[in-house]
């Protein structure tokens, strides 16, 4: 894989993904797939991201057949990596929208600070002030958010700049230096080749696969889709067991996952890491969940309080990770961070002193040098805390500057190793909560401090260094991957104001229209408004704790390894973060693969085609959502009109 390897090696030569071709491509999913996403975001909490990748690579490389010609793999690579961007993104209107419901809301009066109500603490940078007419035409094509529009275009800009040079940096060290597995990255190249070479045999098993998804998404998307949440055939996304198990093991989170994209991955996964990430999960949201109810009511008083009986995952998740983990997670983040760092110390100072042949390796990817890398990203986060202490007066100077470029720099590092070895990333809640827990330990007294950032790069890092790691196993150049991940931000931030301001003005957000939101937007707004008026805890010996766990953990379990037993320590921590119902899938789709389909069809043959046979379930799934999508939209369209 590697381009300067040895000496004897000749190296990789890489060739052209971005093509007219490959640009008509994420034309086409912009317009045709982004509103269907931002519809979805609204409407069921879901994008067709899935759906956009796979129908627009079946559709173009159809399409090039029937012209007698043939998409190259390279620009297979690029209409693979970036349309599901594309066509899944929740464009940053989505949270202007969110701010003009909270501004809005009642709930901005009943919280003050200071005795003034947390509404008037609302910039005009984040939202118009109540009486502007804007929110009553609803519409974001008006002078009044100009100023909101302009600011977060800005910092997005600065953001994708900061990700797209970490992005750069980390693919060379975690596949140049010290190559890391990356499951999700052997489905796309599974995916590509089939696609590509349309070998009979491995069309067949891709078919095969694609139809058995089909059929699944069928069950768990489409029908209720079409014919509402009544008609549902598999709860989604998960079965919910705590109606059956609050009365031995009350505020556990147990249940099945049943989104595929969620699990099914473990078949690329050993046992024994699935395994390590199951325990882990059963130590916090099972375990840790109980025993702090029950036996250790001290712990988390306000956990205490605020369960109840009949709580299902979804409400066990948000009440237990901001009341309950909030203060340990951070801490386990931060001590994963430094055990990583412990351990790949050699390797790190290796990779650092390697990053100096960086842009020197003739007929290879083609990398900026350092300095311009390092530049982007110390400029790009520079400029947007500069922005940012602009902004919002009261916030202490150093902290911006410690988050934004510190913060980011550990998020990056420690996200990528941990996707590239078991798959598994933070979440956006979880890195902000991580700001939050910034400002808390600050005198910064104030609403916009707490809900908007400066330029916090390194959460896309780990999905950017996976598609690098295709790009080399496509033999696509690497810079045309990121050269397309800016023209899709561009697509997205153009287009997106225009479709999001279309689905506003249809219906109110939150509606009948848009039922998702009308339960997740409360939820954000008392968050936000515990945050701002101080009534979440945040305890300093809780994120030492979690350090020591994870620190501490790390090594004994490093240890327990070395002599036989078939623990992982990173596995153990990451799983930590995992629900229990993604990581017990996660580990029977790992036995599955291991003791059932080797037996069945071989190892060797197994190991062979189980990318394909994953990367075609995930078609099948993919094309019926596109299906329930489009119906959809279809039928939602017509009962906003009075005939």
Do not use: C
């Not at 031995?248 to 249940?255: E, H, T, V």
Request: charged letters at 10%; glycine letters at 8%; hydrophobic letters at 50%.
């Amino acid at each position: 894989m590697s381009t300067s390897n040895t000496a004897s090696e000749e190296p990789l030569q890489f060739y052209p993904g971005l093509t007219w071709r490959s640009f008509l491509a994420m034309i086409m999913a912009a317009l045709i797939f982004l509103p269907a996403s931002i519809y979805l975001w609204f409407a069921v909490g879901s994008s067709v991201s899935i759906a956009a990748t796979y129908v627009t690579v079946i559709l173009f490389s159809a399409l090039a057949r029937i012209y007698g010609t043939e998409l190259t793999k390279q620009e297979l690579f690029i209409i693979y990596s970036i349309v599901g961007g594309i066509g899944g993104a929740q464009p940053l209107y989505y949270w202007l929208v969110y701010r003009s419901y909270y501004v809005n809301n009642p709930l901005s009066l009943e919280f003050k600070l200071n005795e003034i109500p947390l509404r008037q603490y609302v910039p005009v940078w984040l939202s118009p002030p109540p009486t502007s007419v804007a929110h009553q035409l609803r519409t974001l094509l008006h002078p009044d958010w100009f100023f909101a529009i302009a600011v977060n275009v800005i910092f997005a800009t600065l953001g994708l700049t900061a990700e797209i040079a970490l992005g750069i940096v980390f693919s060379y060290l975690y596949i140049e230096v010290e190559p890391l597995p990356f499951p999700f990255a052997q489905i796309d190249v599974a995916m590509i080749n089939t696609l590509h070479e349309h070998k009979p045999q491995d069309m067949l098993y891709f078919l095969l696969s694609l139809t058995g998804g089909a059929i699944y998404g069928t069950l768990l998307y489409l029908i209720p889709l079409v014919l509402g949440p009544q008609a549902q055939v598999i709860p989604y996304p998960w079965i919910d067991f705590t109606a059956y198990t609050q009365f031995f093991l009350p505020g556990a989170a147990i249940g099945i996952a049943t989104d595929p994209l969620g699990f099914l991955y473990g078949m690329i996964l050993s046992p024994s890491l699935t395994f390590s990430m199951m325990l882990g999960s059963f130590a916090t949201w099972i375990f840790g969940n109980t025993l702090t109810l029950t036996v250790f009511k001290d712990f988390s008083p306000d956990w205490v309080k605020e369960y109840t009986p009949g709580m299902g995952i979804f409400l066990i998740m948000q009440r237990a990770g901001l009341r309950l983990w909030l203060s340990l997670f951070m801490g386990i983040s931060f001590g994963l961070a430094i055990y990583i760092l412990i351990i790949i110390r050699d390797k790190l100072i290796a990779s650092l002193k390697a990053l100096s042949k960086l842009g020197k390796v003739k007929g290879g990817p083609g990398y900026p040098s350092p300095k311009v890398l390092f530049g982007a990203f110390f400029a790009a986060t520079t400029l947007s805390v500069i922005l940012y202490i602009m902004l919002v007066p009261g916030i202490p100077i150093w902290l911006p500057f410690v988050v934004s470029i510190g913060l980011s720099l550990v998020i990056a590092s420690v996200g990528a190793r941990v996707y590239g070895e078991l798959g598994l990333m933070f979440t956006p809640d979880f890195v902000y909560n991580m700001w939050k827990a910034a400002v808390y330990f600050s005198p910064y007294q104030g609403y916009a401090g707490w809900i908007f950032t400066p330029a916090l790069a390194g959460f896309a890092t780990p999905w950017y260094v996976n598609a690098t790691k295709v790009a080399y196993a496509t033999r696509t150049r690497p810079m045309d991957y990121y050269k397309a991940a800016i023209i899709s931000f561009v697509l997205v931030t153009v287009l997106g104001l225009f479709f999001t301001d279309f689905f506003w003005r249809m219906a109110p957000i939150p509606s009948f229209m848009f039922p998702y939101v009308m339960g997740l937007w409360p939820n954000y707004a008392i968050s936000d408004s515990l945050f701002a008026t101080r009534q979440i805890i945040i305890r300093p010996d809780q994120i030492l704790m979690g350090m020591g766990v994870a620190i501490f953990g790390g090594f004994g379990i490093y240890a327990l390894s070395r002599i036989g037993v078939p623990l992982n320590p990173i596995g153990l921590i990451g799983g930590m973060y995992s629900l229990p119902p993604y990581t017990i899938m996660v580990f029977l789709m790992s036995l599955v693969s291991e003791y059932g389909l080797t037996r069945i069809l071989g190892r060797e043959k197994w190991y062979s085609i189980r990318g394909i046979v994953l990367a075609g379930f995930l078609a099948g799934v993919g094309i019926v959502v596109a299906i329930g999508t489009t119906i959809t939209l279809i039928s939602k369209a017509s009962w906003i009109w009075p005939w």
